[in-house]
């Protein structure tokens, strides 16, 4: 079992930056890849990011794309998600996910952190 814990949400202005953080415990032998998902009021979960574990690699949505960055420290078994140049349509509960990670499914979801872009 992996355990995920993110970390960093809040109430940003459009335009504005935040980053979360997304701590994972236990089986950390078993995560290939994290990423982050989210989820706006009234529609479904929808893929973000994601980095593969071992070599960094990362693949993004196109929503996304140029705008948000996702990174890990492997020593502090971590991911980040810095997010820039946020927009209203960015308001959603966000969602860390780690283990076999896919543009629709994860082995495992941390609890979520609220983000809302508005002025």
């Known amino acids: 079992q992996v355990q995920l814990v993110e970390s960093g949400g809040g109430l940003v202005q459009p335009g504005g930056s935040l980053r979360l953080s997304c701590a994972a415990s236990?089986?950390?032998?078993?995560?290939?890849?994290m990423g982050w998902f989210r989820q706006a009021p009234g529609k479904e979960r929808e893929f973000v990011a994601r980095?593969?574990?071992?070599?960094?690699?990362?693949f993004y949505a196109d929503s996304v794309k140029g705008r948000f960055t996702i990174s890990r420290d492997n020593a502090k078994n971590t991911v980040y998600l810095q997010m820039n140049s946020l927009k209203p349509e960015d308001t959603a509960d966000y969602y860390c996910?780690?283990?076999?990670?896919?543009?629709?499914?994860?082995?495992?979801w941390g609890q979520g952190t609220q983000v809302t872009v508005s002025s």
């Open positions: 996910a780690a283990g076999n990670v896919g543009t629709t499914r994860s082995d495992y």
């Open positions: 236990g089986s950390i032998f078993s995560i290939n890849a």
């Open positions: 980095i593969t574990w071992s070599g960094g690699y990362t």
